[in-house]
């Protein structure tokens, strides 16, 4: 469990935190999410005692980061997957952060397995890719076997196999009970990754919510409908009280009314439908519609949003920010 009361952080005029409240449970994969600038890092930083906050406080487990006896055995963390001496092998680099935080060296080889590392263990981490390296990040995190595990972007460059993998363990560490909280800006991916959303912009708090809620609340819901009887359909909706628009000419998309309903009032009307289906705003919607001023780049997120909307790049696969 963390817990964040009032946090805030100032750096010189940046107010890169301000007066945010939330909590992280176990047993669940929580999202950070925000826009780039939005004080994602920072907030993590203070969580690890890295960055002291000027005001509020951030706990793990009820206490704050220095006040953890083995803060290792208590929460891990995937900040930066680099920070690896280059010519240690990953065994060396993972027996000397053991050895150094009184940790079993029994350790070394579990958490190797635990990432799929054990065939590479030997071999010089300067020479992994960015893929592995990861990996690496995350055995080092899991050296303590902590309840809390944080990870700061970690599928950023990352090829879709890679995301694949990241996302199916972190779901693993959650099963397991433990309390994963993850930061990102890429939306698409947090939607499928994370089943609770801490969204946050400009350094405050935006929502705090399930995933499917923030998606339902923020996005319009509305349902396609095809019938050879369309304008004659689309008069009898707007009766109604429905907004209806055209879609591509050949259907309409109607909010304000659920597909039951709609299917209801055709058949009353002894219209023909070819289709009734509920359209889901996607996390994109979502986010771009609560984040609203808050998201500084807003035409660089617009269009990420667009594209994946419209199909153009995979969601799967980040783009270079
Ligand atoms: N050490 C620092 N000194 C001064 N300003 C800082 C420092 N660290 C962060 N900031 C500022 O604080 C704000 C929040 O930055 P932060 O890195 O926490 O955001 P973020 O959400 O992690 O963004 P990104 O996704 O781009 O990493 C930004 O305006 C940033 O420029």
């Known amino acids: 469990m963390i817990e964040a009361r009032s946090l805030t952080k100032r750096y010189g005029k940046t107010l890169a ?3 945010l409240s939330f909590s992280v449970a176990a047993g669940r994969v929580t999202g950070f999410l925000g826009p780039n600038g939005a004080g994602k890092s920072t907030t993590m930083r203070m969580m690890l005692g890295l960055d002291n ?3 509020g406080q951030v706990t793990i487990g009820g206490k704050r980061y220095h006040e953890l006896k083995y803060p290792l055995r208590t929460v891990g963390a995937l900040l930066d997957a680099k920070w690896v001496h280059p010519n240690r092998s990953a065994r060396a680099h993972l027996a000397w952060m053991a050895k150094s935080n009184k940790l079993p060296a029994k350790r070394v080889d579990e958490v190797l397995d635990a990432v799929g590392l054990s065939g590479v263990a030997g071999k010089r ?3 992994f890719s960015l893929g592995m390296s990861q990996r690496l990040g995350i055995a080092a995190a899991l050296l303590g076997d902590p309840e809390v595990l944080l990870f700061d972007e970690p599928v950023n460059g990352l090829d879709p196999e890679g995301i694949l993998w990241i996302r199916k363990f972190m779901h693993r560490l959650a099963e397991e009970g433990r309390t994963v909280f993850v930061s990102s800006h ?3 991916e947090m939607a499928l990754t994370a089943s609770e959303l801490v969204v946050i912009g400009k350094g405050e708090l935006i929502s705090q919510s399930t995933t499917t809620e923030f998606v339902s609340r923020a996005s319009e819901n509305t349902v396609k409908v095809r019938s050879p009887q369309l304008p004659q359909l689309r008069a009898a909706l707007q009766q109604a ?3 209806v ?4 000419g050949a259907s309409l998309l109607v909010s304000g009314m ?3 309903r709609i299917g209801e009032l055709a058949a009353a009307n002894n219209f023909v439908l070819h289709e009734l289906s509920p359209q889901q705003g996607s996390l994109e919607q979502a986010f771009m519609q609560i984040t609203g001023d808050s998201v500084e780049y807003h035409t660089e997120l617009e269009n990420e949003a667009q594209q994946v909307l419209a ?4 969601p799967l696969v980040p783009s270079n920010r």
């Open 17 to 19: 935190v301000n007066d």
């Open 53 to 55: 906050p000027t005001a």
């Open 125 to 127: 981490a300067g020479g």
């Open 186 to 188: 890429l939306l698409s």
């Open 241 to 243: 009280g429905t907004e």
């Open 245 to 248: 628009r055209e879609d591509e």
């Open 258 to 260: 659920d597909s039951d």
């Open 311 to 314: 199909g153009q790049t995979d």
